[in-house]
């Protein structure tokens, strides 16, 4: 009888670095595309698989509006806006819900024409201890989430 040996690879958790950018053009007025991005609860008509968003803060709009956001699968996640620059951008950071010590995002508008606009979403990412293969898996599921999210968004303005 012959024996085989398999080496089995026991890889150490550890933290890991990403950081994602997907830009899309849209044919819509600078003025319309900000109206829908920056009302920050609106999530569940372009982000997929957003189940709903509310406010957990007074503040609706700029920096200190703070939402949560329940997603179809039963994650919840929870995003302060800590930057905001009114018809530019706004960045926010993940505070609870996903497997990262940090997430910081910006969503950001340029205008290409009269028009049509440039979205562009990216974001910085440090994960909790988990293995190089998982972080991976993650990093590509956030590109296909923002890049799906993204498509839906430009169906929506470009109706």
Do not use: C
């Not at 080496?7 to 319309?32: C, L």
């Not at 998982?134 to 990093?139: A, G, H, I, L, P």
């Amino acid at each position: 009888m012959k024996t085989q040996t398999v080496m089995v690879r026991n890889e150490k958790k550890s933290f890991h670095t990403d950081s994602i950018k997907k830009t899309i053009t849209i044919k819509a007025s600078k003025e319309k595309v900000w109206r829908k991005i920056s009302d920050i609860t609106s999530l569940s008509s372009w982000v997929i698989d957003v189940k709903k968003t509310t406010y957990l803060s007074k503040k609706r709009r700029n920096v200190g509006a703070i939402r949560k956001i329940a997603f179809t699968d039963g994650n919840i996640i929870e995003e302060h806006v800590v930057a905001w620059k009114e018809g530019e951008y706004f960045t926010y950071i993940a505070t609870d819900g996903l497997p990262l010590r940090a997430y910081i995002a910006t969503l950001s508008i340029k205008s290409k024409n009269k028009k049509s606009i440039q979205l562009t979403w990216q974001s910085y990412f440090n994960s909790k201890k988990m293995v190089k293969d998982q972080f991976m898996k993650f990093v590509i599921n956030m590109g296909i989430f923002y890049a799906t999210s993204l498509k839906n968004l430009k169906k929506s303005l470009e109706k």
